[in-house]
């Protein structure tokens, strides 16, 4: 097999056992770099120097026993809102064009901790705001399965890196949907873990109540290895917590028998791509006919998501993003007159449209008079979709939905309706705004070729049971008329 086809979990043992080295594998994944990246653009920044020299600085502690995990001598790629020190950390936007870090993420020390190799940053949606890795200060990225469609967002550069065999496995962050919703699009694997299993410490905010970062890979054990990696009790952030068990690869078994799942009717109504629908209840028949019992029930307070989530995220980033005022680090406007006129005209040119308009959105809802109306509003209407999860989990052990309406749509079709845009994240922002965990699996294409994604939506802390059940229909979808490589 060769070094780009290898999931990280199998390209680490062949690394320990000394079949290749660790160079060997960041070769392979630089010449991938080199041959996708023109018509992908799934990365901002390709630090070959440094992997190459943290690669020879790996294999030496492989070889001492001082390196053992799952992922050592892995190449992995950042999402670019994920802080790392030395290394260009913009955002995807001009604000922040020559911001390097002083320091690494918590994530990344726990990567480095592993042995695992970075290999470059990922593009993305300018603050994360976007479905689409459209609003990029840096330019487009584009889907591999089909050039003339989007990733997804706003993690679509680390899921194209995955899905274009740049990387084997990649990290993301999800506020609304940004690693699910992408990974449907690539057909790669994706999870956003329970709100505070992973420490936001170095994590440049967008919706501080709601962003988590999460693994992006090429199946569900190595999602499974690289959570394990990364997930950990951090004192340097407020919102995480302390877990008893990260042991999330212990789930990893072909087993459903004990599982109740449910799929919510207004998942599958009006707006559903018919091939999608097709494609995800297929699925569900793969996991009863494993044993799993399956059932349909209601699910009501899903309408109400979206309103609530771009409320409550534009909010969050209005006041998130007050920091970057070309005072500090980041762009400053080159004419100016006066402190007040640099911060206007560093802010005018620095952010991008779709950030400057949920700016503006969010300090419309935070303003006097507003406040009440629509801030506090969305808020209560986020803790009863809480208490309707809660109530569907009292009776399943899981839900099943799809992750997106539809498959990735064309570049350009969905920024000139930054509405229609919105309602694409319909299945994801929910698990947000409720702290849950949600998993994608590809489950199936469409006749254009472009890959659909399940979603598995647990309880908080239930990851293990995701895994087993994404585990279990990864390894029965071979023998359900898929292609064996879904």
């Known amino acids: ?43 901002l920044l390709v630090d070959e120097e440094g992997a190459r020299a943290r690669a020879a600085e790996v294999q030496k502690k492989i070889d001492a026993g001082e390196l053992t995990g799952p992922l050592a001598g892995v190449p992995v790629a950042v999402k670019d ?36 190799v970075i290999i470059g940053k990922t593009n993305m949606d300018e603050f994360a705001m976007g479905s689409t890795t459209e609003t990029s ?30 990387v084997p496995m990649a990290l993301g962050s999800d506020t609304g949907g940004s690693i699910r919703q992408p990974s449907s699009f690539c057909g790669v694997t994706g999870m956003k873990p329970t709100y505070g299993t992973v420490s936001r410490y170095g994590l440049i905010a967008y919706g501080s109540s709601l962003d988590q970062i999460g693994p992006v890979a ?73 044993g799993a019992e399956v059932e349909y029930f209601d699910l009501d307070l899903i309408d109400y998501a979206i309103p609530a989530y771009y409320v409550i995220a534009s909010a969050e980033a209005s006041s998130n993003l007050e920091r970057f005022d070309g005072v500090k680090y980041g762009f400053r406007a080159k004419e100016y007159e006066g402190l007040h006129d640099m911060y206007k005209k560093s802010r005018s040119e620095g952010f991008g449209p779709e950030v400057k308009r949920r700016i503006m959105l969010g300090s419309f809802v935070l303003s006097s008079g507003y406040y009440d109306a629509y801030y506090l509003k ?44 919105y309602l ?37 802390f239930s990851e293990k049971k995701l895994f087993r059940a994404a585990y279990t229909y990864e390894q029965a979808r071979g023998a359900f008329g898929q292609p064996k490589e879904w």
Request: with cysteine; glycine share 8%; net charge negative.
């Open 81 to 116: 809102n994920i802080c790392t020190k030395g290394l260009a950390t913009t955002c995807a936007s001009k604000i922040l064009q020559n911001f390097v870090p002083t320091y690494d993420a918590e994530v990344i020390t726990r990567l480095e901790e592993a042995g695992a």
């Open 1 to 43: 097999m060769e070094i780009k086809d290898m999931t990280a979990v199998q390209l680490s043992a062949a690394i320990k056992e000394g079949k290749i080295t660790v160079s060997d594998a960041v070769e392979a994944s630089l010449a991938a770099v080199r041959a996708s990246e023109a018509s992908i653009h799934a990365f």
């Open 378 to 421: 969305a808020l209560r209407t986020k803790a009863l979709i809480k208490q309707e999860f809660d109530r569907a989990f009292e009776k399943y052990d899981m839900i099943l939905s799809p992750a997106a309406p539809s498959t990735a749509p064309r570049l350009g079709e969905s920024l000139s309706d930054p509405l229609q845009m």
């Open 218 to 290: 090429k199946d569900v054990t190595d999602c499974a290895a690289l959570l394990q990696t990364v997930a950990s009790y951090d004192a340097k952030d407020a919102t995480s917590m302390k877990r008893d068990d990260y042991d999330f690869m212990s789930a990893l078994k072909e087993d459903v028998s004990d599982l109740k799942i449910g799929i919510p009717n207004s998942c599958f109504g009006e707006g559903l791509d018919p091939q999608v629908k097709e494609s995800i209840l297929k699925a569900a028949d793969v996991l009863k006919a494993r």
């Open 137 to 166: 200060a840096y330019g487009v990225t584009k889907n591999p399965w089909n050039t003339e469609h989007v990733p997804g967002g706003s993690s679509g550069g680390s899921c194209a890196a995955v899905a274009a065999g740049e």
């Open 424 to 460: 694409g994240d319909i299945y994801t922002v929910s698990v947000n705004l409720a702290g849950l965990p949600g998993i994608t699996v590809p489950c199936g294409m469409d006749d254009k070729g472009l890959p659909i994604g399940m979603q598995l939506i647990g309880d908080c």
